[in-house]
């Protein structure tokens, strides 16, 4: 019961990311575009996106640090791996040219899908490939 308690609470926590998402603008490709290009043209609102997250993260990072374990799981699950490796780089450059080609990560990409947005849904198909193909090279390599 517990479990089905977790998967509540990180499908409802989504659904708050995703508006949030939504109501900022960065599952718009061209408005992450215009935030990256500098120079004429240079949207700068996702600037002030950012700006109010880094507060909100810092004092929620505050009151959690003490904290045992999460609330609603019995311990952190905090990767371990504290190297850059082949992997990471290879995983960072693959994930990144994906970001670029499709205009999109992961979060939003996901929450563009409620809108109905067809690249959008080609973007998520392809990561899900990608996830995949990893998972099964994973498998036979023993990474």
Not at 12 to 18: E, L, M, T
Not at 29 to 58: C, N, R, T, Y
Not at 80 to 92: F, I
């Amino acid at each position: 019961m517990q479990k089905y308690g977790q998967l509540f609470i990180a499908f409802f926590v989504g659904v708050i990311f995703s508006i949030g998402l939504a109501i900022a603008g960065m599952t718009q490709p061209q408005k992450v575009i215009g935030f990256l290009q500098w120079g004429e043209g240079w949207d700068p609102s996702l600037l002030f996106v950012m700006m109010a997250a880094i507060p909100v993260h810092a004092l929620s990072y505050l009151w959690i640090r003490g904290k045992r374990s999460p609330l609603f799981d019995s311990q952190w699950h905090i990767p371990k791996a504290k190297e850059l490796n082949k992997p990471l780089m290879v995983g960072s450059a693959l994930f990144g040219f994906g970001w670029a080609l499709g205009g999109y990560c992961p979060g939003p990409g996901l929450s563009s899908l409620g809108s109905g947005n067809f690249q959008a849904g080609i973007f998520v198909a392809a990561m899900i490939v990608g996830m995949s193909l990893h998972r099964l090279y994973q498998s036979r390599t023993k990474i």
